[in-house]
């Protein structure tokens, strides 16, 4: 069975595209080898490179490199200018692919008057209401190429939401009612596709699984990972529902799959939850349609599954913050597998828990979406996750912040940041920034 995707990250599609004004003195002559050095670049960075070839000179090749570009289907373009530059070029060129628009104005060169233009494009991208970036820096500047990368994820990030299928199996938690979805919204401002799904479907899935498939399922991952104290009837009931859900993501056509586990399921379908982020498909439980979604774009942005977790408890003297949630983490979140352990669940006294220490070291992002007002809200916290243990049951993340995590927890009270934080590593609060005011979504960062 055919099911998720490699756990490899989506790599932003950027074309690119050289622009001069030819017959003038201007330094066009310059403009082949400044691309053929963007392009020599760009082969070292996380990017698929979409190229034009031949050099932008007039509106009319303007409008050919966007056809080309369009036929491509880039995530953005990045115009690599290198005289001054009509206008028009630009609109010409986003005529026929209507992406955003990075600006890269390659100056500090004596015969070079790129920047120039800048602001005459910019004006005209703004009156069309284009997204775009302009920065006139020569093409070895690093902190450019990194508003460049930024620049091209939020594109990409685009496309990856509007390519999403999540299902919503079993509606939303019922005594959590800030995690209401908006589903207009979800559509409308990040292009989802949202499958509602009744928990029955799940229920009649899991009474079809064989015995024999079950109970070989859960004998094999017992001999993969560590201690195993849960109930061997708990194991196999929890096997059940991951081989079900896997059944029902495949059915429906799903990357992601926001199982409602309260009341009636709770631990019963941690298993699931956690097999299915390491499967490719991104998980939530308690009905969080939201958190969900973040886990597929983490899990797009990286090689690896996403981190889903409460603000759990404060440590002020460290500056720190403990995440974690009660036992529902993709076993690729682990140091190794040997330190997977699956145990009876706190909460409910039965069922299965996975527990380990989260090993994600380093700079990290964690992420918040809720609903309300017509609208979306995101917010993202900054830090660098550092060593924990298993204080807490589940799968806990210590994080370390600039600021005083009371201080940090009076700033997402006040932006209306809810309940879920959803992780992965890297600093990715530029990304999500710029995302956010290309779709009209409420944004707080804190760091």
């Given at each position: 069975m055919s099911l998720g995707r490699d756990l490899n990250a989506v790599l932003p599609r950027v074309g690119v595209v050289g622009m001069a004004?030819?017959?003038?003195?201007?330094?066009?002559?310059?403009?082949?080898?400044?691309?053929?050095?963007?392009?020599?670049?760009?082969?070292?960075?996380?990017?698929?490179?979409?190229?034009?070839?031949?050099?932008?000179?007039?509106?009319?090749?303007?409008?050919?490199?966007g056809e080309k570009l369009a036929g491509s289907a880039v995530d953005c373009i990045l115009a690599v200018i290198t005289t001054f530059v009509p206008d028009c070029f630009i609109v010409e060129l986003l005529a026929a692919c209507d992406k955003p628009v990075f600006l890269w104005c390659v100056e500090r060169e004596l015969q070079c008057i790129s920047v120039v233009c800048g602001p005459l494009i910019t004006a005209t991208l703004y009156n069309l209401e284009k997204r775009y970036a302009l920065h006139g820096t020569d093409i070895d500047d690093p902190e450019t190429m990194e508003e460049l990368l930024t620049f091209a994820r939020a594109a990409m990030l685009q496309r990856v939401l509007r390519e999403l299928r999540v299902g919503f199996c079993g509606g939303k938690c019922p005594i959590m009612f800030s995690m209401t979805p908006d589903e207009y919204a979800i559509k409308r401002q990040l292009g989802?596709?949202?499958?509602?799904?009744?928990?029955?479907?799940?229920?009649?899935?899991?009474?079809?699984?064989?015995?024999?498939?079950?109970?070989?399922?859960?004998?094999?991952?017992?001999?993969e990972i560590g201690p195993v104290t849960?109930?061997?009837?708990?194991?196999?009931?929890?096997?059940?529902?991951?081989?079900?859900?896997?059944?029902?993501?495949?059915?429906?056509e799903l990357g992601a799959l926001s199982l409602n586990?309260?009341?009636?399921?709770?631990?019963?379908?941690?298993?699931?939850?956690?097999?299915?982020?390491?499967a490719g498909i991104a998980a939530g439980c308690e009905g969080d349609l939201h958190s969900t979604i973040l886990m597929h774009v983490f899990q797009c942005l990286t090689d690896r599954p996403s981190f889903n977790g409460d603000w759990l408890r404060m440590y002020p003297e460290r500056k720190e913050v403990l995440f974690s949630h009660c036992g529902a983490g993709a076993f690729g979140l682990a140091e190794n597998k040997k330190s997977v352990c699956l145990r009876c669940s706190i909460e409910t006294n039965d069922g299965l828990a996975v527990c380990y220490a989260t090993h994600l070291l380093g700079p990290v992002t964690l992420a918040n979406l809720v609903a309300g007002h017509g609208t979306l809200r995101l917010s993202t916290l900054s830090g660098e996750a550092v060593a924990t243990n298993l204080e807490?049951?589940?799968?806990?993340?210590?994080?370390?912040?600039?600021?005083?995590?009371?201080?940090?927890?009076?700033?997402?009270?006040?932006?209306?940041?809810?309940?879920?934080?959803?992780g992965g590593p890297g600093d990715l609060a530029g990304m999500f920034d710029l995302f956010c005011k290309w779709r009209g979504i409420t944004y707080a960062g804190v760091t």
């Amino acid at each position: 069975m055919s099911l998720g995707r490699d756990l490899n990250a989506v790599l932003p599609r950027v074309g690119v595209v050289g622009m001069a004004y030819g017959g003038y003195n201007l330094g066009e002559e310059l403009g082949p080898a400044k691309l053929a050095e963007m392009h020599d670049l760009l082969s070292g960075q996380p990017v698929t490179v979409v190229p034009v070839e031949d050099l932008v000179l007039d509106e009319a090749g303007a409008r050919v490199a966007g056809e080309k570009l369009a036929g491509s289907a880039v995530d953005c373009i990045l115009a690599v200018i290198t005289t001054f530059v009509p206008d028009c070029f630009i609109v010409e060129l986003l005529a026929a692919c209507d992406k955003p628009v990075f600006l890269w104005c390659v100056e500090r060169e004596l015969q070079c008057i790129s920047v120039v233009c800048g602001p005459l494009i910019t004006a005209t991208l703004y009156n069309l209401e284009k997204r775009y970036a302009l920065h006139g820096t020569d093409i070895d500047d690093p902190e450019t190429m990194e508003e460049l990368l930024t620049f091209a994820r939020a594109a990409m990030l685009q496309r990856v939401l509007r390519e999403l299928r999540v299902g919503f199996c079993g509606g939303k938690c019922p005594i959590m009612f800030s995690m209401t979805p908006d589903e207009y919204a979800i559509k409308r401002q990040l292009g989802a596709t949202v499958i509602n799904i009744p928990i029955e479907e799940l229920y009649d899935v899991a009474k079809q699984i064989p015995e024999g498939e079950a109970e070989a399922y859960w004998n094999g991952l017992k001999a993969e990972i560590g201690p195993v104290t849960a109930k061997e009837a708990d194991g196999l009931r929890s096997s059940r529902y991951y081989l079900a859900a896997r059944q029902l993501a495949a059915k429906h056509e799903l990357g992601a799959l926001s199982l409602n586990c309260f009341p009636h399921l709770k631990s019963k379908v941690c298993l699931a939850v956690a097999r299915l982020n390491d499967a490719g498909i991104a998980a939530g439980c308690e009905g969080d349609l939201h958190s969900t979604i973040l886990m597929h774009v983490f899990q797009c942005l990286t090689d690896r599954p996403s981190f889903n977790g409460d603000w759990l408890r404060m440590y002020p003297e460290r500056k720190e913050v403990l995440f974690s949630h009660c036992g529902a983490g993709a076993f690729g979140l682990a140091e190794n597998k040997k330190s997977v352990c699956l145990r009876c669940s706190i909460e409910t006294n039965d069922g299965l828990a996975v527990c380990y220490a989260t090993h994600l070291l380093g700079p990290v992002t964690l992420a918040n979406l809720v609903a309300g007002h017509g609208t979306l809200r995101l917010s993202t916290l900054s830090g660098e996750a550092v060593a924990t243990n298993l204080e807490y049951e589940g799968t806990p993340m210590c994080v370390r912040f600039a600021e005083h995590p009371h201080e940090l927890l009076q700033r997402i009270a006040r932006c209306g940041a809810g309940h879920h934080w959803v992780g992965g590593p890297g600093d990715l609060a530029g990304m999500f920034d710029l995302f956010c005011k290309w779709r009209g979504i409420t944004y707080a960062g804190v760091t």
